[in-house]
T-cell receptor, first 109, second 117 residues
Framework: GQNIDQPTEMTATEGAIVQINCTYQTSGFNGLFWYQQHAGEAPTFLSYNVLDGLEEKGRFSSFLSRSKGYSYLLLKELQMKDSASYLCAVRDRAGKSTFGDGTTLTVKP | GAVVSQHPSWVICKSGTSVKIECRSLDFQATTMFWYRQFPKQSLMLMATSNEGSKATYEQGVEKDKFLINHASLTLSTLTVTSAHPEDSSFYIC?????????????FGSGTRLTVV
């Protein structure tokens, strides 16, 4: 099985940087995803890590350490529209993804 | 690319009736699609894995006779909620990824908000 932990809520200021952590335990790791979900909408794909290290994509970066079962999503130059829920999901070798409960990020002016 | 269309976006039905939700991959083929359910302020819970041409694989605790899944083609999977009850009211979301390539994130449909009255 898989167990995924991420903080429930975070608050940050517009223009700042915020890091959302995710720790996981899995019996067969085959990739970690980060998704953004606005209220009432379906999730949208942000990033994918399968090897250790940092993946950068514009204002968003994601880091993975497989030995530590740890990932983080880094959001730079925060904008008000970044207020959303951020979901960490771990995929197993069968292709199934298990989602964390999500971190609700509130960006304040 | 990698667009998933889900229909309907929302539906209200009477208790005891059945509702069918469609999930289509518009510009790619998907041998596997996933169905999730999300209750308010909770994360996505995988219900079942839909496999083209074969029976779906259901997660523990999900009634296969209540949530009928059909994946008859490489671009369409359907979820039918049979004999719906108010506790089935939820946000149902499908996702898929191209059959070729494993590096892509799953693309989600827009979701279907089901309300059973």
């Amino acid at each position: 099985g898989q167990n995924i932990d991420q903080p429930t809520e975070m608050t940050a200021t517009e223009g700042a940087i915020v890091q959302i952590n995710c720790t996981y335990q899995t019996s067969g790791f085959n990739g970690l995803f980060w998704y953004q979900q606005h209220a009432g909408e379906a999730p949208t794909f942000l990033s994918y890590n399968v090897l250790d290290g940092l993946e950068e994509k514009g204002r968003f970066s994601s880091f993975l350490s497989r030995s530590k079962g740890y990932s983080y999503l880094l959001l730079k130059e925060l904008q008000m529209k970044d207020s959303a829920s951020y979901l960490c999901a771990v995929r197993d070798r069968a292709g199934k993804s298990t989602f964390g409960d999500g971190t609700t990020l509130t960006v304040k002016p | 690319g990698a667009v998933v269309s889900q229909h309907p976006s929302w539906v209200i039905c009477k208790s005891g009736t059945s509702v069918k939700i469609e999930c289509r991959s518009l510009d790619f083929q998907a041998t596997t699609m996933f169905w999730y359910r999300q209750f308010p302020k909770q994360s996505l819970m995988l219900m079942a894995t839909s496999n083209e041409g074969s029976k779906a694989t259901y997660e523990q605790g999900v009634e296969k006779d209540k949530f009928l899944i059909n994946h008859a083609s490489l671009t369409l999977s359907t979820l039918t909620v049979t004999s719906a009850h108010p506790e089935d009211s939820s946000f149902y979301i499908c996702s898929a990824r191209p059959s070729m390539g494993v590096g892509f994130g799953y693309t989600f449909g827009s979701g279907t908000r089901l309300t059973v009255v």
